[in-house]
């Protein structure tokens, strides 16, 4: 129904004077034309003159004055748009109609269109350059959407070709998110692409086969896919939310499964390959970036070892290769940096921040790229980012970091990739973005704003849709990961080709947080323990001097029942307060360890021979002390240390420890008879006491 919104009178009345036989999504008044455009909702265009609305009756509503032209079926006509002679139309496929507008008998009419911009039916994810595939320079790069769809472009903005990537959906459940494509990487060595999904599913796509290769990967999304030749060899490496890496041989069309890597402690985001493919490098939300070197055991067995394990201060973002400088990385980080790193040592050599003219603040980036431009008959290295705080894509000097370029063309962009295109025999570079709301841009470098293209029409590519209805059954994802003795041989092999080159991963420093147990527990504690006299408790002749602790506590009493020495003959030596608060760990020097030692047995040998009130020692305990002593005494000789066997021998032998055991029972024998002579003594005079109390009463 077409209305006249009438206020002549003043009064607004609101009357139908149109009919018209389809539904109606969008109207357009051309002013130079003096024509009402009308696009309905099945890809109908209608026209219709602004006289004939108003020499409409307004009594008899009109069925036949509008003009039908049907465009494109099962699209509905979103919006409606004239420049000049044109007229511009945008279905609800996101396809842009730029139709010429001729008069006919004192009516204009929309041709045939002369331009047909096609797009993806939803967000762009990303863009892959095809320069390598150029066929009679038809191929330039390829978008890809989350639907599966991947459509291939020249720089003129022309649609070459479409391949739908059927993605499979899991059985209808509640709450379950739909699988959509989440990666594609073009192979720089064959005409295939590998995709990957949500569901961990990665595929090996042939434009010349109707059917992909797949399987099942990972157990989550696929973040990251890489692909190298290595020798005679074509590597291709994923990475997913499941904190794993796979790496995988392909050979005829067909992928078989190498190793499984599980360094990272969070999902893994990024990855790509270094040096020709000899080395794999990873990022991962666990804020690390793990380097890995390639080691061979047999020719088809191959492996990637860690070598080096780069630590960051904030979650990685995004990360590119350097072209001219093969060990150097560049990092984007959560801390709105873009730090450059060398992989061979892990050390930083520069960090700067990319700030936003309008403020300057700095901006988070992400979609990073490193590439040689020509500018001012110099070559210039510049690093190409994309933020989306200021929804900008921005130029940066490499060596330096200042800003170069800003643009702000798209609302949400999802990615960026600067290309080089040859006009003649000038190279000039050409940057394609691409967005969240399903456009893409192309920008030439070189000139400020690019100009309209210029090409010739070309007919919309036959849409194939995908099978988007079937139930497949998913299954566990592959894994390889190799043994420990496997492992171990390509280390050495490894060590072997590389020298120094290599160096180990760090392992992770011991927990210096102590034990402490309970007094109220009733396990005892595996540490040898004093029940006696505390260690630090110093005594000399028949006097004694107490070193009194920092905390004021008294002394502890004698225990009678466990003796004076309570040894565990698997635990370590009694250290006093002041030793044990250096662990074992924290002593590096053998020197220092030494030292403690000693000390530890001279305070041990004097409680020993000056302890006034004697306790039997277990012969079993005793026992096991001489062994000890005996073995560390063997250990020292045998590592050539500067204390010779015959001087230990002399401080501690069989003989004189068997004679101080010997003394030390008789003197704990003899001072026994006499506490229990003493005992039945005081018993007897407590006696009479209590006797002659009561006949007093």
Known sequence: EICLLDDSDKAQRLEKVLQSSFGIYCVHFDQHASILWFGGKN???ASMTLDDLSKSSRSEVQSNAVSVLSLQENSKILAIGSVRNCLVTIDSDRVIDLRRLQSEQDRFIAVEASKRLSAHESAVLGVCSLLHWHER?????????AR???????????????????????????????NELKIVVVSGYERLLYAGDKMGILRVVDPSRPIPRQLQAHNGDINGIASAQLQDRILVASCGRDRTLQLFHHSSNELSLLQTLEEHAAAVTDLMFLDAGSMLISISSDRTVVVRKAAYQAHPSIAFLPIRVITLKTNPVSFAAVPSEPNIIIVSTTDRQIQRYDVSSGRLLHAFKALSPANNASVLVFSLQVITI????????????????????????????????????????????MMQQKVGSIPAHVIVSCGHDGTILIYRVSVPSPGQPTTTPLERPTRVESPLDQNPTFCRPIRKTLTKSEVAHFQRVLQDSCGDDTSPMPTPSPSRVRKRTSRHSIVPSPRAQITGAVASTYMSGTGSSQRKSSQNHPPTSASPQTGFLAINSKSRPFLDHGQRSKSTEDIKDLDASAENICESLRIFRKRIILSPTGDKVSPAVMKELQRELTSTIDSISGNGRSMKVQEAGELLTQEHLAKMIDERLAISQRDEMTISKENKQ????????????????
């Open 374 to 417: 020509t500018h001012g008959g110099e070559s210039l290295l510049v690093i190409l980012a994309v933020s989306s705080a200021d929804k900008s894509i921005r130029l940066h000097k490499y060596h330096d970091g200042s800003l170069l370029a800003l643009e702000h063309g798209q609302s949400a962009v999802s990615l960026a990739r």
């Open 137 to 145: 320079g038809e191929l330039d790069f390829l978008t890809y959407s």
């Open 682 to 697: 005081w018993g007897a005079v407590s006696n009479d006491q209590i006797r002659a109390g009561a006949k007093a009463k």
């Open 43 to 45: 890809g109908q265009l």
């Open 148 to 178: 599966g769809t991947v459509l291939m472009w020249n720089f003129d903005g022309v649609c070459c070709g479409r391949i739908d990537i059927a993605i499979d959906q899991p059985q209808q459940q509640i709450d379950v998110d739909p």
